[in-house]
């Protein structure tokens, strides 16, 4: 069974920065597409950015220019770099994996955003 173990959350004050990191227990090069979703209390889950394997990034609306989602294959990793936080990005955070036709995701991390 695949697992998608994340990392990096954390508390910050406005205007901070975090990295969140993924790292599958197979090979990243096995997902058609990874990604980050949120889900704040009380909302339902949200696409943040995806990454296709063959592909360019692609962003929310809200995130764009200021979350960058990135791999490094020889470390098997994803990333979300997170800047300029706002209160209003405090969620906890998905890694996801698609590889067709199965969805996997990690068990999520905390990240809050308050002075």
């Known amino acids: 069974q695949v697992k998608l173990v994340e990392s990096g959350g954390g508390l910050v004050q406005p205007g901070g920065s975090l990295r969140l990191s993924c790292v599958p227990s197979g090979s990243i090069f096995s997902f058609h597409v990874m990604g980050w979703y949120r889900q704040a209390p009380g909302k339902e889950r949200e696409l943040v950015a995806t990454?296709?394997?063959?592909?360019?990034?692609g962003y929310a609306d809200s995130v764009k220019g200021r979350f960058t989602i990135s791999r490094d294959n020889a470390k098997n990793t994803l990333y979300l770099q997170m800047n300029n936080l706002r209160p209003e990005d405090t969620a906890v955070y998905y890694c996801?994996?698609?590889?067709?036709?199965?969805?996997?995701w990690g068990q999520g991390t905390q990240v809050t955003v308050s002075s």
């Open positions: 996801n994996g698609l590889t067709i036709p199965y969805n996997y």
């Open positions: 990454l296709p394997r063959d592909g360019s990034a």
